[in-house]
């Protein structure tokens, strides 16, 4: 359990995304440099990285991160720096990518916890009723 202000929270997502055209131009120090980038992102936002891997065309990032902070716009903030700061330190992949997107506009993401979405049901079913729904 991680707390804030005003929140305990236990929030996970399963973020995956992919380069624009699947192109498998994740490796070697593009590979590096973008971990590193996810990895400052995170650190910067509280967000605490549980594991990340890379593959030569597409990201698997698990990560968790407090509540205030959507999934769509962990993906937006991940998605949209690390292409700025790829491009700047790799010219020739803004070429490569015929001078578009670094990242696919798609990508997947779940939600994980301590829990199942079994167990929160039976906890709900099994409170008392409360007499100002009835």
Known sequence: MKKSSSAVYNINYHLVWCPKYR???LQGEVAT???QCIE???ATKSWEIIELRIMSDHIHLFISCPPFDSPTS???ILKGTTA???FKRFPELHQRLRKGNLWSP????GTAGHVSAQTIQRYIQEQGSDSSTE
Do not use: D, H, M
């Open 106 to 109: 798609s990508y997947y993401v």
């Open 40 to 42: 400052t992102i995170a």
């Open 23 to 25: 192109e498998g131009i």
């Open 74 to 76: 962990i993906i937006k």
């Open 33 to 35: 440099f973008v971990s």
């Open 84 to 86: 700025l700061r790829v």
